[in-house]
């Protein structure tokens, strides 16, 4: 019996272990499984949003995947909470089911308040502002801050300061606001200290150094800011080298990488280009063809500027293209197209250009539209066009409207595209444009070993009122000099191409010290200039002055007493300035001519005719060595029984031949020591101008010597006659000679971030014994 009762025991000890386990199964089963109402596919009642301060609920049920009325699907509960994540207006995101409602409990991110920035010198305020995307009243997120880190640094490394950091400070407020501070150390600016090539045969790394914008850590850092790491100018100086090459004869020349790796303390870049030069070649046979029956080839034959023998440029053949190009488009073919086919010649290393002429697509352009001229009027933009409305589409035309746009200097962004017209032969052009500030406010200072200290102060609008005229009123002034001019030009006079304008100038000049006189001349003047040719100007102006010779110093020239008074001028004048140079303001090769012609006696008390002339040679020797020759003369004669008077005489000196002081050398009354100026003048110069050996070229420093000679006669009769009988040691007290002076020396030139400055050394080999001698001339000026 106990047996039994034991085994019943157990058993029944088994059973109840058995229902319990099977129990608390099924609870943690329940417990996992959804309740009814929201098994999948049932319909859900309410959505009910908790927690949001700012944010409408409607707003946040906008993202919802889940709606009132519609089945129930967890996989679309998920897909809301991360599209209410994804808003960035929340922190948190909880949805619960609360019986036969979905509830969507939100946690609003804080709203910024300020965003400063703390620790920056180099770069202003404004500009992180501007960068940055997080602004005050916008919604706060950390993955915001982190990607405004990141575009700091980016502005810092633009700058080459690769060793600046971001911390961001979150200072919380009240009412779920913060404020963000973004902590930055800029570190100093990475620089680069080395620049290496690898492939280069034909070139050393020193000529390469000189192409590319990117210069070495030096002594002149500060004055350059070249050496500055930046990878936007890698890819600048790529393309500088492969155009290099391209224009010395290397057709198939490739820069294949750029490289920059940081050194190990993390100091500086050493940079690496790789280039494959391949073969130099040389122009072959230059042909122009044409497959347009129309157009005979031959007559555009000099327009090419490619000549078989030359070394191959890339940059002659795309100038060819211009040329021909616009000049059949001026012998009405707007429809020509020019296509070069270069033909290379491995055995022989030439390429032979065929300059192909085919007609293109006969388009005319619909319409021109033009946007972003906020202050230009439209017809300034429109006058560049050499084509309106209705008129043939080229290319080439285009391209040169852009190119006149560009150097009108009104704008810094000029764009034009063309997109389809209202059928398959109509274009529209597009000229978008980005306008910048035309006008100036500029003070000048500097220092002559001639007049002293200098200043100057100039105002000027090259876009007066939106209309592309100039304006400036300028105010320079010396220990011996003081001059005031206001200018006005309209560039297109009638809408033509006419440069119409005037000038209103008062000028005092104190020439006490070399002449015992002062003079002063106040007048204006009206002038009209057009272009008789691509390189061929002329200008004519009437001018009317009243001038004054006066403030005679006690023992001056009877030459000079005689002159003192107020007499008025009444002139005519036309200059012709013709210029070939490569660079206008950096020329290396090329030549400038002009020559100009004034009469005076049109009304007033004076009458002279008056000449002058002046022609400038440049020549490359090397591509870093360059000679320039200058020539000038003029001459100034009465007419109708008049003498010329003292204020119209010539005065050389220093800036003509140097070694000599201002007024240094012509006639001279020597018994005062006065200089009376000459009628008649001309004076020549050589000069060698080349790089100084271990300075960099990147610093605007270079060096030349020179060869100056001029001659300066002519005192006139009236001079003549008031020292008549007056002699000095037996000799009379007018010197007048036309005999030769001459010097020779050596200059330095600096092209410096403050203004050009010149040095001239200058030792005299001829002169007369009462000429004045100067060893040293140094000239500098500056706008800031």
Known sequence: MPVVLSIALNIRRFV?????????????????????????????????????????????????????????????????IKALFGTGLFSDVRIERVGGDVVVTVVENPVINQVAFEGNSEVDTDTLRNEVQLKPRSVFTRARVQSDVQRVLDVYRRQGRYAASVEPKIIELEQDRVNLVFEIAEGSATKVKGINFVGNKAFSDSDLRD???????????????????????????????????????????????????LDRDGSGFFVTYSIEEGERYDFGAVNVESTVSSIDAAKYQGNVKTSAGDTYNAQ?????????????????????????????????????????????????????????NTRTKDYVIRREFKVAEGDAYNPMVVDQAKKRLTNLGLFKGVDIKRRPGASQDRVVLDVELAEQSTGELSFGAGYSTAEGVIGDVSITERNLMGNGQFLRLQLSGSMERLQVNLSFTEPRFLDRNL????????????????????????????????????????????????????????????????????????????????????????????????????????????????????ARAYFPITDKITFVGRAIGGSISGWGGEDVRLIDMFFKGGETVRGFDRAGYGPRDLSTGDALGGQYYWATTAEVRFPIPFVPEDLGISGAVFADAGSLWGAGGRAETLLAGCTVGGESCLADSSGIRSSVGASLLWASPVGPIRMDFAKVLSKETYDDEQFFRFGAATKF
Not at 60 to 73: F, N
Not at 323 to 334: H, R, V
Not at 353 to 369: A, C, H, K, T
């Open 316 to 372: 002659l053949i795309d100038k060819s293209v211009e040329e021909l190009t616009t000049a059949m488009s001026e012998d009405g073919y707007a429809f020509a197209r020019v296509r070069p086919q270069p033909v290379p010649d491995p055995v022989s290393r030439t390429i032979a250009i065929n300059y192909v002429i085919e007609e293109g697509p006969r388009v005319y352009i619909e319409r021109i539209n033009i946007s972003g």
């Open 211 to 261: 192409v590319v914008s990117t210069t070495e850590k030096g002594w002149f850092d500060f004055l350059k800011g070249t050496a500055i790491y930046d990878p936007d100018r890698m890819n600048l100086d790529r393309e500088l080298l492969r155009q290099y090459y391209l224009k010395n004869g290397y057709a198939d020349a490739q820069v294949t990488a750029a490289n920059a790796e």
């Open 499 to 614: 440069a119409a304008g005037f000038d209103i100038f008062h000028k005092e000049v104190d020439q006490a010290s070399e002449s015992g006189f002062s003079n002063r001349r106040t007048g204006a003047s009206v002038r009209l200039g057009f272009p008789l040719s691509e390189r061929l100007w002329m200008q004519t102006a009437y001018t009317a002055s009243r001038d004054s010779i006066f403030n005679i110093q006690p023992g001056a020239s009877n030459a000079i007493r005689d002159a003192q008074g107020t007499s008025y001028t009444s002139m005519v004048g036309t200059t012709v300035t013709y210029d070939l140079r490569n660079d206008p303001r950096n020329p290396t090769k090329g030549f400038w001519f002009q020559t100009g012609a004034d009469f005076a006696g049109l009304g007033g008390d004076v009458q002279y005719i008056s000449l002058a002339a002046e």
């Open 16 to 80: 109840l272990c058995a229902v319990a386990v099977a129990a608390g199964v099924l609870g943690v089963v329940g417990a996992l499984l959804p309740a009814p109402a929201y098994a999948q596919g049932a319909t859900v009642q309410n959505v009910l949003v908790n927690g949001n301060k700012r944010v409408e609920p409607e707003t946040v049920r906008s993202y919802m995947q889940v709606s009132p009325g519609s089945a129930y699907d967890p996989q679309k509960v998920d897909a809301s």
